[in-house]
């Protein structure tokens, strides 16, 4: 019987013969939680009396920390204690960062593997054909300890993607240009499967694509694994894996069919990632630009920003916020000398956090304060204040909307 990738992987995680809507229970390659899951899977542990699975347990504080507060601080001292304790994986403050950045370069994420995460933007990982997906913190307790989730097998919707992008358009923009056909909730509990000229999209972007197939309500998101996957893999330590992909007749449940050369670089206006504009369109003025998050946080979003602020200077009624994804990401950003450039311009370049990404602390908006992130959430208030408005962008579009004060486009600088 033919399948697809997804029906591929959970079959030999479950040691089944299944197909979607199948109800399986799989062996977890790894689970990972974070400051804010962990503490609660902690606790649903805690209750069921076992050992855990230390070798397939990630711990990652990143979303408030360094800690920001003392509720925060408790939150990464429970973490880091069951951490230590148990012997499992974990990425301090100065050697880890967001947690779905962390995951990728430290070789967790391969091919062919099944990974479950306590934060929904898990989904990321498909960018190097591994199925993840975020499941509940009190799940990832119960996998702490068993190693193992059930799950109903998700069918799958293929976006086939032809053309190439032309100047300017980014993965940012692709995910975003998708996410306006399929919408909010357009792929809820299936499998967003990206086929066709993957071949012009950088590992990086695919990244950005999987990381905002959340915001279409996907359980998870797959790219083929290609030359450019391959390459990636080769720079970390993986460890064995295994290529899988979908039969070429294999049953999906939707096909959208996307020209790249149609698309222009665009922005998610407030208050959903599925509210798409074309760039050129929006001129709002702006508070605050932050360019950071496991969405578009990583070297090649720095470089592009530094890039464009080259010898320029961040307009004096905003502030830029620059938070690399990984403490990796931001040694390399020190070695090429891409903070000294975005410092110079008048930007404020930070420790890796989730932070501001979901209004936790670092750039906070206040009443009426206008944002453009390259962030993947502008829902009401998801930066701050409810009467704050966040547009949603690539990182080029962020750092010349930072010089010119308002939004707009890098031709525009
Ligand atoms: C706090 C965390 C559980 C949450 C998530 O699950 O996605 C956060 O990362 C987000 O982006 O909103
Ligand atoms: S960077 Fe933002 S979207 Fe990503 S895990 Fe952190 S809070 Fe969630």
């Known amino acids: 019987m033919s399948k697809t990738a997804v ?67 408790k939150q990464y001292k429970k973490s880091k204690d069951f951490a230590l304790e148990n012997g499992t994986w974990f990425y301090d403050i100065g050697h880890g960062g967001v947690c779905h950045q962390v995951m990728m370069e430290k070789g967790f994420a391969a091919p062919g593997r099944l990974i479950a995460g306590a ?18 913190s009190t799940e990832a307790g119960v996998i702490f ?26 993965g940012k923009d692709i ?34 694509m999987a990381n905002m197939t ?4 996907a359980k998870c998101s797959f790219f083929d694994t290609d030359e450019k996957t391959i390459e990636y893999l080769n720079q970390r330590n993986t460890g064995s894996y295994k290529i899988v992909k979908s039969d070429e007749n294999a049953d999906f449940s939707q096909t959208f069919n996307i020209d790249m050369n149609n ?18 369109a929006i001129h709002e003025k702006i508070d605050q630009a932050y360019i950071g998050s496991c969405t578009n946080g990583r070297i090649e979003d720095i470089r592009k920003a530094a890039a464009i602020l080259k010898g320029r200077k961040v307009n004096r009624n905003v502030r830029l916020m620059v938070v690399p994804a990984s403490q990796e990401v931001y040694n390399q950003a020190l070695r090429e000398g891409l903070i000294n450039t975005i410092v110079e311009a008048g930007g404020y370049f930070s420790g890796t956090t989730c932070g501001a990404c979901l209004g936790g602390y670092m750039g906070v908006l206040g009443p009426d304060e206008v944002c453009i992130s390259s962030t993947n959430r502008n829902f009401i208030g998801r930066m701050g ?29």
């Not at 855990?52 to 925060?72: A, L, Q, T």
């Not at 698309?263 to 050129?280: K, Y």
């Open 214 to 217: 959340t915001e279409a309500g």
């Open 7 to 73: 029906e591929k992987i959970f079959s030999e995680k479950s040691g089944t013969d299944s197909k979607s809507g199948d109800y399986i229970v799989a062996n977890v390659d790894y689970v990972m939680a974070n400051d804010i899951t962990a503490p609660i899977a902690i606790d649903a542990f805690n209750e069921l009396g076992m050992k855990p699975k230390s070798d397939k347990i990630i711990i990652i504080p990143d979303h408030f920390v360094p800690p920001k507060d003392i509720n925060s601080a």
């Open 385 to 413: 204040d409810k009467t704050s408005k966040v547009y949603l962008a690539n990182p080029s579009i962020v750092a010349s909307s930072a010089i010119l004060g308002r939004i707009g486009t890098p031709e525009e600088i």
């Open 263 to 280: 698309i222009e670089p665009s922005i998610a206006i407030p208050n959903s990632p599925d509210n798409v504009r074309i760039a050129s």
């Open 175 to 208: 995910i975003l240009h998708v996410l306006s056909k399929i919408k909010n909730g357009g792929a809820a509990y299936k499998c967003m499967e990206f086929s066709g000229n993957i071949k012009y999209i950088d590992i990086n972007e695919r990244m950005t």
């Open 119 to 136: 934060d929904s933007h898990t989904n990321t990982y498909g960018a190097l054909s591994a199925i993840s997906t975020g499941i509940g």
């Open 145 to 170: 300890a068993t190693g193992k989730m059930w799950f109903k097998i998700p069918e799958t919707i293929k976006i086939n993607l032809t053309g190439k992008p032309g100047k300017g358009v980014e």
